[in-house]
């Protein structure tokens, strides 16, 4: 059981990518706490079957390639919603891929991948949503950066990078939409070990025992990030705008015996 728990009731967020990992967990708790959420990913079928399973009738689903959708399809995502359901309070941007690249190794349409999808279709979306007629006054939003923005991990070249110009977004962003009472923060998570991200790339994430030694409190999951997503959405968080926090269960202190 939680101790903090938090009421979202009549509230409307967005959580682009909400299929799997920390954007599902993320989607699943606001519903819980009573909120409509419009989930977006390309797999609709994941997200229609965790509706159906966890949420009925808050959880709603909406087919989108971040990499792919223009300024004007995510009008209408927002468009479509708000008619239904009213205006947005605020949102989640998850969405994100990781790959090999360094200098050496280096990879043309992987490493356009990972800028399109952590950061163009981020910004493409906060264009989108922040517009007047789909958020309420005082709406709060949260980007996933990343550990790897502080450290530079060798062989992560495109992705620490791409997820330190995230973290510089979210300040530029939040200045430019204070004037009308919104926040945007950053997430940076260390290693998480129940998502597709960590289960799926293999050449990544193979010691596991090496990566988990690297954390004081040992492996972490999304229930361990979500808790910080919930919270800066919240007016508990209403002072806080233009940051970055980390959530790495002391990863970035370097390894148990060092
Ligand atoms: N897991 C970790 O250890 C960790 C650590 C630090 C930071 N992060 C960051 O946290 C965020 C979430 O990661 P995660 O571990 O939860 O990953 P995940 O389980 O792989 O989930 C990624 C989500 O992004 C969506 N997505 C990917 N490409 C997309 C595209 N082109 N269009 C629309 N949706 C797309 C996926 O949905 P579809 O495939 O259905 O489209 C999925 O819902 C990422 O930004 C990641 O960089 C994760």
Redesign the pocket.
């Known amino acids: 059981m939680n101790e903090v728990s938090f009421s979202y009731e009549g509230k409307n967020f967005v959580v ?9 967990q993320i989607a699943l708790e606001l519903s819980k706490a009573g909120a409509k959420v419009l989930c ?4 609709t079928e ?1 997200i229609e079957q965790m509706a159906l399973q966890e949420s009925p009738g808050k959880i709603i689903p909406m087919y ?4 792919k959708t223009t300024p004007s399809d995510w009008d209408k995502f927002f468009e479509n919603f708000t008619e239904r359901f009213g205006k947005l309070n605020g949102g989640v941007y ?5 790959g090999l690249t360094s200098l050496r190794a280096w990879n043309d349409r992987l490493a356009k991948n990972i800028t399109d ?2 950061y163009t ?1 981020m910004l493409h979306f906060m264009r989108s949503v922040t517009k007047k007629r789909f958020i309420s006054d005082s709406s709060s939003f949260v980007i ?5 923005a502080y450290t530079g991990y060798k062989g992560l070249l495109i ?1 620490s990078s791409i ?1 330190a110009a995230v973290q510089t977004a979210v300040k530029s962003m939040a200045r430019e939409l204070a004037c009308q009472g919104h926040r945007v923060n950053s997430i ?5 070990t129940d ?4 289960s ?1 790339d293999k050449d990544i994430f193979s010691n596991r025992e090496i990566l988990a030694s690297n954390i004081i409190l040992g492996e ?1 999951s ?1 229930d361990k990030v979500s808790g910080m997503a919930l919270f800066l959405l919240s007016n508990r968080a209403d002072w806080i705008t233009g940051t970055d926090i980390v959530v790495d269960g002391g990863m970035m202190l370097g390894g148990v015996f060092e």
């Open positions: 682009v990518g909400a299929s799997s990992g920390i954007g599902k977006i990913a390309r797999r994941l989108a390639d971040v990499t998850t969405a994100g891929v990781v999808t952590s279709g996933l950066s990343s550990v790897a992705y997820k940076s998570p260390g290693w998480l998502t597709e991200m960590t799926i972490g999304t």
